[in-house]
T-cell receptor, first 118, second 109 residues
């Protein structure tokens, strides 16, 4: 089945120790997103790729970086995790149905990676 | 900027009908989506309205009024498994989806 896969599902890291979360998709979608979601809050968009075109949200901390080496894979790098970075990190994909953004209507989410910072 | 308002919590009885409202402010509006998220799970797409009116998918329906910048999600014949958080999300301009803060629905017996 076509899907969005995130590894690992649970990640524990130490304060200040770099960590990388991975996402892969078999949907062949152009767009990939990284969201941060804290308990009882809405998903907060960190950045997204339209193909290789990287788009960073204005309020995404510099501590967060991303790489998309090919259509299928996308990585989230947290260079120096702080306690406040403990959250669920969600990867999502979409495929615009017309033009770059027009008529877009659905994002497909992976199961998420829950990050704990000790 | 964009903003969405939806109630933070709703409680309803099993078998009943519940409506979750969403109002939004944005420019270049394309459409309103609804996502469901169970505790510990990922958001899953429920519906999308680009035009005024009601869209029905099984027990779930979604409504949009563009002139009122308002939409709602209607859940019928509520089941315990419908207990989850429901997010409305706006698509506008050249920006990705913007999610509301979510409504936590509790279905009680």
């Amino acid at each position: 089945d076509a899907m969005v896969i995130q590894n690992p599902r649970y990640q524990v890291t130490q304060f200040g120790k770099p960590v990388t979360l991975s996402c892969s998709q078999t949907l062949n979608h152009n767009v990939m997103y990284w969201y941060q979601q804290k308990s009882s809050q809405a998903p907060k968009l960190l950045f997204h790729y339209y193909d290789k075109d990287f788009n960073n949200e204005a309020d995404t901390p510099d501590n967060f970086q991303s790489r998309r080496p090919n259509t299928s894979f996308c990585f989230l790098d947290i260079r120096s995790p702080g306690l406040g970075d403990a959250a669920m990190y969600l990867c999502a994909t979409s495929k615009p149905t017309s033009g770059r953004w027009a008529l877009y209507n659905e994002q497909f989410f992976g199961p998420g990676t829950r990050l704990t910072v000790l | 900027g964009q903003s969405l308002e939806q109630p933070s919590e709703v409680t309803a009885v099993e078998g009943a009908i519940v409506q979750i409202n969403c109002t939004y402010q944005t420019s270049g509006f394309y459409g309103l989506s609804w996502y469901q998220q169970h505790d510990g799970g990922a958001p899953t797409f429920l519906s999308y309205n680009a035009l005024d009116g009601l869209e029905e998918t099984g027990r779930f329906s979604s409504f949009l009024s563009r002139s009122d910048s308002y939409g709602y999600l209607l859940l019928q014949e509520l089941q315990m498994k419908d207990s989850a958080s429901y997010f409305c999300a706006v698509k506008s301009g050249n920006t990705p989806l913007v999610f509301g803060k979510g409504t936590r629905l509790s279905v009680i017996a």
